[in-house]
């Protein structure tokens, strides 16, 4: 959330700021509000004041013997005008905070304005495979060599769905294993979080109330309580520190987390989105700090590293790139992506995206933390896959593959997997 703030003292570099992302905000209508609940404060006041100095006088009329009935007709007026401001500054509050949240975060300075034309490679890691036969894709791979089960898959929960079985099980968990170990060595926190989260979690990381469409809604028995299938474990980790007041010294606190990921997202009929590409449900393990802001620049790095680390251990080809403006997630004031090259397909895909939210995400939830002089201040929230599966597993088998039909497992899998060669 956009701290009102900085939008009433400089409401022409935030529209600047968001025209960047192409978003045309009604800032003016944002102060409006504001103008409306802060008079709407200052006249209850200005009541309330007024209500003490006539309550004031009651000993010294009563004391005189004069009559305090007046006096008492005043207060209940002044009272039954307070009463209502109260509610009108609740309705003022609500709808501040509605339009507040509405609202995506500011990119930093040096994020390019536009969608993905601007996006800028800024890195380029290894050479793309070359091969000497005609390469095959990874479903026509992974089915021949009874890695996935497509057609079961979409049997048991419809489009877009897969199921791993027997030695792609296994790939697939060695794949996980190789990421949590990576993880824990580093001195991340593992964490396993509920796949099912309440409203607030969603408004917290920055999805609700603009994409509540986006998630698979949960009805609960009473129907009382709004939940939903956790799309990606950073909505739950943002939250872990929700309403807390964190000490500086205990920062920055580095998470990971394994989930699946549900998304209504469907896998589509275009060649780029076949197999695992795009799906309703894929495992992912995502990274989280909590730290502050004078610490986040070095936290993005350490997470871009990590990401960019993981990847260069399966030995994969690929490029991170960094995002313009109107192609980082709506949250977020940066975000580099992590993107993997698909031989069949001749294009990359992001298997990771590395994000800073600034304190965006923290005015959400009301994460803070307090300075060593006392001063409380919000925290910085940033987040990065380590990594999704879904497209790893793709390259893995794609840019390995052997013309035979095996392909080579990546050293660093080797000891979970079993075999230097899957065929």
């Known amino acids: 959330m956009i701290d009102i703030g900085l939008i009433r003292n400089d409401t022409q570099a935030v529209a600047a700021a968001l025209k960047k992302r192409g978003c045309d905000a009604d800032l003016d209508a944002i102060l409006a509000l504001d103008k409306t609940r802060r008079d709407i404060i200052g006249r209850t006041e200005t009541l309330k004041a007024e209500k003490n100095k006539v309550s004031a006088d009651i000993p010294r009329l009563k004391k005189a013997g004069e009559n305090v009935e007046p006096i008492f007709a ?128 969603g408004l917290g990381a920055g999805q609700f109330p603009k994409f509540e469409d986006d998630v698979y809604r949960v009805d609960t028995a009473d129907g009382t309580a709004k939940r939903f299938m956790l799309p990606t474990a950073e909505t739950a980790l943002v939250n872990l520190y929700r309403g807390e007041i964190l000490q500086e010294s205990d920062l920055p606190k580095k998470l990971f987390a394994y989930t699946p990921c549900y998304r209504k997202e469907a ?110 201040s919000y925290v910085h929230t940033l987040n990065g896959s380590g990594l999704a599966t879904s497209r790893v597993l793709p390259a893995i088998v794609e840019q390995n593959q052997n013309k035979d039909g095996s392909f080579t497992v990546p050293e660093v899998l ?6 230097d060669v899957l065929r």
Not at 329 to 356: F, L, Q
Request: charged fraction near 25%.
């Open 74 to 201: 005043k207060m209940r007026e002044l009272g039954d005008e307070i009463a209502a401001n109260d509610e009108k500054l609740k309705a003022a509050d609500d709808a501040l905070r509605h339009a507040l949240l509405c609202l995506p975060n500011i990119p930093d300075a040096d994020v390019v304005a536009g969608g993905k034309e601007n996006n800028e490679v800024v890195k380029v890691w290894g050479k793309k495979p070359e091969f000497d036969f005609p390469i095959k894709n990874h479903v026509d791979l992974c089915e021949s060599l009874h890695l996935i089960d497509y057609e079961r898959g979409v049997k048991l929960a419809g489009n877009g769905s897969w199921l791993y079985t027997g030695r792609g099980a296994i790939l697939e968990w060695a794949l996980l294993t190789y990421f949590i170990k990576t993880h824990a060595k580093d001195g991340y926190t593992f964490i396993l979080p509920p796949h099912m989260l309440n409203y607030e979690c």
């Open 414 to 419: 080797r000891e979970f997997v079993g075999t």
């Open 267 to 376: 896998g589509s009929y275009r060649a780029e989105e076949r197999g695992m590409i795009r799906g309703h449900q894929f495992d992912k393990v995502e990274m989280v700090q909590v730290t502050t802001p004078d610490n986040s620049k070095a936290a993005f790095e350490e997470l871009v590293n990590k990401a960019c680390a993981l990847v260069e251990g399966l030995g994969l080809h690929y490029r991170l790139s960094k995002l313009a403006a109107g192609d980082c997630s709506a949250s977020m004031a940066r975000t580099y992506d992590i993107e993997i090259w698909i031989p069949s397909m001749g294009i990359y895909k992001e298997v990771s995206s590395v994000s800073n939210a600034n304190d965006y995400q923290a005015r959400r939830n009301m994460t803070r933390y307090r300075a060593a002089d006392g001063k409380i």
